[in-house]
């Protein structure tokens, strides 16, 4: 399977809870889709237009067919979804901003990791790039950014050199620049205080590090900011900071006190829309693996391995 393909496979399971928060519609058809029914979910979708015409709601529900339909490689009935839903939503836009509301962005979002997804796996993976990389110029100052870096990364990053971090806030021991780990393997583990899945992922970073550590591997864990703590209360930067400390003492001990760089920045350069995103960068800086979403000690163990020439 495609690495495309299985990151959107992960998504649609990670994104389930926001997919009923957003409406019935939404709800119903991502039911439909599980069930790989999507005469259905085109029935749901075209029962509700009839009733309440093109809403946000609308285009974000028929977005998740093409997710669907992608993560089935039925790449021409995903390309069909995702192209509506890009048609749908550009039609909106021409009466509201993008980030009035939380289901127009979802529903471009996806659209356009769609169509770089079908684009990749038809063998244009070249074309697909290009192609990202002007959405992400005509929507680099909006909340859908991320996403489109973190498809250009998936299709381009790795066998490149890795970005360098922006080191300029930290918690735990101090970073050291990328550039100054020749010789050694790094895997850099971008997680957030608020993340389940990122303490779920701690047991197998902690095997790493104690099969690894000692043949060359740094863990480097980058974190950021996101305007709340517990229970999404409003936060300043600096209590923010305080919290983000006290969860990394409390969940993320079993990783010593791994150097962990807090900077926005970072997550934009490394697509990080979805956590936690896993890179492992060689001994010579290559970039080997890059990896959206919680992964195995299997797999991280053989990347690692790899990227350590052992």
């Known amino acids: 399977m495609r690495r495309g393909t299985q990151v959107i496979l992960a998504g649609l399971a990670a994104a389930w809870c926001a997919a009923a928060a ?37 285009v974000e529900a028929l977005s998740w067919l093409g997710r669907g339909a992608l993560a089935a490689r039925s790449y021409d009935r995903a390309d069909a979804y995702a192209a509506e839903a890009r048609k749908l939503s550009l039609d909106l836009l021409k009466t509201r901003k993008l980030d009035a509301e939380p289901h ?89 205080h608020w993340c389940g899945d990122c303490k779920g992922e701690v047991p197998v970073l902690a095997e790493l590090m104690r099969q690894y550590g000692r043949r060359g591997l740094a863990l480097i864990g980058p974190t950021q900011h996101y305007g709340y703590v517990q229970g999404g209360e409003e936060a300043t930067q600096e209590r923010e900071t305080a919290y983000i400390d006290a969860v990394r003492r409390q969940y993320y001990a079993p990783l010593g006190n791994m150097p962990a760089p807090v900077s926005e920045q970072n997550f934009k350069v490394y697509g990080c829309s979805t956590t936690p995103t896993l890179v492992l960068v060689d001994r010579n800086g290559i970039v080997r693996y890059y990896h959206p979403g919680a992964a195995p000690y299997e797999e991280l163990a053989a990347r690692v391995a790899a990227g350590l020439g052992s």
């Open 22 to 58: 957003a409406g019935n519609l939404v709800t119903d058809v991502r039911t439909a889709i599980a069930q790989h029914n999507f005469t259905r979910g085109e029935n749901e979708l075209q029962a509700y237009r009839a009733r309440q015409g093109v809403t946000p709601e609308y």
């Open 104 to 192: 127009l962005p979802l529903a471009l979002g996806a659209s356009i990791e769609v169509q770089s997804q079908v684009l990749a796996a038809r063998g244009a993976r070249d074309q697909a790039v290009v192609f990202l990389r002007q959405e992400l110029a005509r929507y680099g100052g909006t909340s859908i950014a991320m996403r489109i870096q973190k498809n250009i990364n998936l299709l381009s990053l790795e066998g490149k050199a890795a970005p360098p971090l922006d080191l300029r806030q930290w918690l735990g021991t101090k970073p050291v620049p990328l550039a100054q780990f020749k010789g050694r393997a790094v895997l850099l583990f971008f997680w957030a």
